[in-house]
C-alpha cells in the first residue's frame, strides 16, 4: 500500500509531478475508477492553486493524505476479511510482537480451548502476565459467550489476561461483559481498531513517504 504521511508544504510544479507518482503508485494496488478519479481531482486542485497562498496549499496536501488513508483503512480491512484464517493469527502475533508482547506462541488447534495465541509481557523485572489471545474473522458482532469461554479457558490455563480481536465488531452485551469486576480481565480489540494498530506498527503496510519542498526563508535572507 501508498501511505501519505507527514506530508506538509509544497512549492512549484515540481510537487505536481511528485503528486503524480503518488497517483501512479496508488493505481498499481488496483484503485477502483471513482478512486483514481478522486485522486486525479486532487491533483489538478493543486494545478490551480499552484499560485495562492502557502495556508491553502496545506490544505489541500492535507486533504489528499487523508484520502489516501481512508482508502488504505478500506483496502486493509478488505484484505483482512478476506485472508486465510491461519495467515491472519500469525499477522495477529506478529502485531502482538511489535506491541512489545513476547514469547508468542501459536496454540494446537485441537486442543486450544478457544485460545490462538499465547503471549507474555513484563511489568518491571518480577512480574510476568500470560495473555492468552482469540482472533475472530467473522462478518457478526462478537457475542458474549465468546468471552465467557475465554474466561473459562484463563482459567483452565491460569492465564493473567485475555484479549479478543475481531475483524468486526462486539455486541453491546459483550463490551458489558468484559466491564464486570473479575480477576480475569478481558480487553476487546475491534476491526477499525485492528486496522489503526496494524498502520501504527506498519504490519502489513508501509510508508512511502514523497519529498515535498518549500522555501527556505530563513536561509535566503541569512546568505
Known amino acids: 500500500m501508498y501511505s501519505l504521511l507527514g506530508v506538509s508544504g509544497f512549492a512549484?510544479?515540481?510537487?505536481?509531478?511528485?503528486l503524480a507518482k503518488a497517483r501512479n503508485a496508488l493505481e498499481k494496488n488496483d484503485?477502483?475508477?471513482?478512486e483514481r478519479k478522486r485522486l486525479d481531482d486532487r491533483i489538478e486542485m493543486v494545478r490551480f492553486l499552484l499560485l495562492t497562498?502557502?495556508?491553502q496549499q496545506k490544505s489541500i496536501i492535507s486533504s489528499i493524505v487523508d484520502s489516501?488513508?481512508?482508502?488504505?483503512?478500506?483496502?486493509?480491512?478488505?484484505?483482512?476479511?478476506?485472508?486465510?484464517?491461519?495467515t491472519f493469527e500469525r499477522i495477529i502475533a506478529k502485531l502482538l510482537s511489535f506491541m512489545g508482547y513476547a514469547n508468542i506462541e501459536a496454540t494446537k488447534k485441537s486442543r486450544d480451548g478457544g485460545i490462538d495465541i499465547v503471549a507474555y509481557s513484563d511489568i518491571g523485572k518480577l512480574h510476568r502476565i500470560k495473555t492468552v489471545v482469540q482472533v475472530k474473522r467473522i462478518k457478526a458482532?462478537?457475542?458474549?459467550?465468546?468471552?465467557?469461554?475465554?474466561?473459562?479457558a484463563m482459567n483452565a490455563c491460569g492465564a493473567d489476561r485475555g484479549l479478543?480481536?475481531?475483524?468486526?465488531?462486539?455486541?453491546?452485551?459483550?463490551?458489558?461483559?468484559?466491564?464486570?469486576?473479575?480477576?480475569?480481565?478481558?480487553?476487546?480489540?475491534?476491526?477499525?481498531?485492528l486496522v489503526d494498530l496494524l498502520i501504527q506498527?506498519?504490519?502489513?503496510?508501509?510508508?512511502?513517504?514523497?519529498?515535498?519542498?518549500?522555501i527556505d526563508e530563513d536561509f535566503l535572507s541569512s546568505v
Do not use: M, W
Open 12 to 18: 512549484g510544479l515540481d510537487h505536481v509531478r511528485e
Open 164 to 193: 479478543i480481536i475481531t475483524t468486526s465488531d462486539f455486541s453491546k452485551d459483550c463490551r458489558k461483559s468484559t466491564k464486570h469486576d473479575s480477576a480475569l480481565k478481558v480487553h476487546l480489540i475491534n476491526g477499525n481498531e
Open 53 to 55: 497562498d502557502e495556508d
Open 141 to 152: 458482532n462478537v457475542g458474549t459467550p465468546v468471552v465467557d469461554n475465554l474466561r473459562g
Open 31 to 34: 484503485l477502483t475508477l471513482s
Open 68 to 86: 489516501n488513508q481512508r482508502i488504505l483503512k478500506n483496502r486493509l480491512k478488505e484484505k483482512l476479511d478476506n485472508i486465510n484464517p491461519h
Open 201 to 214: 506498527h506498519e504490519v502489513g503496510v508501509k510508508s512511502e513517504n514523497i519529498t515535498i519542498y518549500s
